[in-house]
């Protein structure tokens, strides 16, 4: 065999589906994992956006060649369960991810109105799974961890907990979800590198969130001392 042939990398074209009710972090979870960014400013999602992201995973193959998966991933509006349009955002959908926050036991709650409106709309929902993301607020929780293991047990689906904030395990998750879609196992070493927890960006965020209290400080006492000479 020649190194033209082993080095061959195949493209396959993958569409995944995120839902959910508004300001669960739908939009940051998939901007983090196409651009690694975080915008804090929320902006409901209005119909339905769509990215596109490529990523390499290896191939079942033992040779070891490697393939090229072309993501499409559509960002549905949280309002959009009612929407006449949202059995076209499902159409050919490869995956469907639902995503909750979990400091918002409602967002949670709703997941079943989501799958019930899917049923209605597939015949044979897609590879599925659910995001519980804003991990980074563990402490505000308003989901009881037996009541995640509940629903996922009853409706078979992949579980995972991010925060689109500091980027943990936002690569990690879709990337597994992917591999297990194409039918290739990752190793242990390639799950960790996708896994990278987004320290810097948290430390960056922290510090920008002080110096703007800082500065905040210093021009309200600027103020206070003013209206004293005054």
């Known amino acids: 065999m020649s190194d033209s042939e082993e080095d061959e990398t195949t493209v396959q074209h993958v569409n995944i589906v995120f839902i959910g009710e508004p300001n669960?972090?739908?939009?940051?979870?998939?901007?983090?994992?196409c651009y690694e960014d975080f915008l804090r400013q929320?902006?409901?999602t209005t119909g339905a956006d769509f990215y596109i992201k490529r990523i390499m995973l290896p191939t079942a193959n033992p040779i070891g060649n490697k393939q090229e998966i072309v993501l499409k991933l559509t960002d549905i509006g949280g309002k959009e369960r009612k929407a006449h349009m949202l059995d076209k955002y499902l159409f050919k959908a490869d995956m469907i991810v639902l995503v909750y926050d979990i400091t918002n036991a409602e967002s949670f709650e709703n997941m079943c109105a989501w799958i019930d409106?899917?049923?209605?709309?597939?015949?044979?929902?897609?590879?599925?799974?659910?995001?519980?993301?804003k991990c980074d607020l563990e402490h505000q929780r308003g989901v009881r961890l037996d009541r995640t293991r509940q629903f996922v047990k009853e409706n078979g689906?992949?579980?995972?907990?991010?925060?689109?904030?500091?980027?943990?395990a936002t690569n990690s998750c879709i990337v597994e979800l992917v591999a297990k879609y194409v039918g290739v196992p990752l190793t242990k070493l390639q799950k960790e590198e996708n896994a990278v927890l987004k320290v810097e960006l948290h430390v960056a965020d922290k510090?920008?969130?002080?110096?703007?209290?800082?500065?905040?400080?210093?021009?309200?006492?600027?103020?206070?001392?003013?209206?004293?000479?005054?």
């Open 157 to 168: 689906f992949y579980n995972y907990l991010t925060s689109a904030k500091t980027g943990e």
């Open 24 to 33: 669960v972090g739908k939009t940051s979870l998939i901007r983090r994992f």
């Open 117 to 133: 409106t899917i049923g209605s709309l597939i015949t044979s929902p897609p590879l599925s799974a659910i995001i519980g993301n």
């Open 42 to 44: 929320y902006t409901p």
């Open 207 to 230: 510090l920008a969130e002080s110096v703007a209290r800082r500065k905040a400080h210093e021009q309200q006492t600027k103020s206070s001392t003013v209206c004293l000479i005054q």
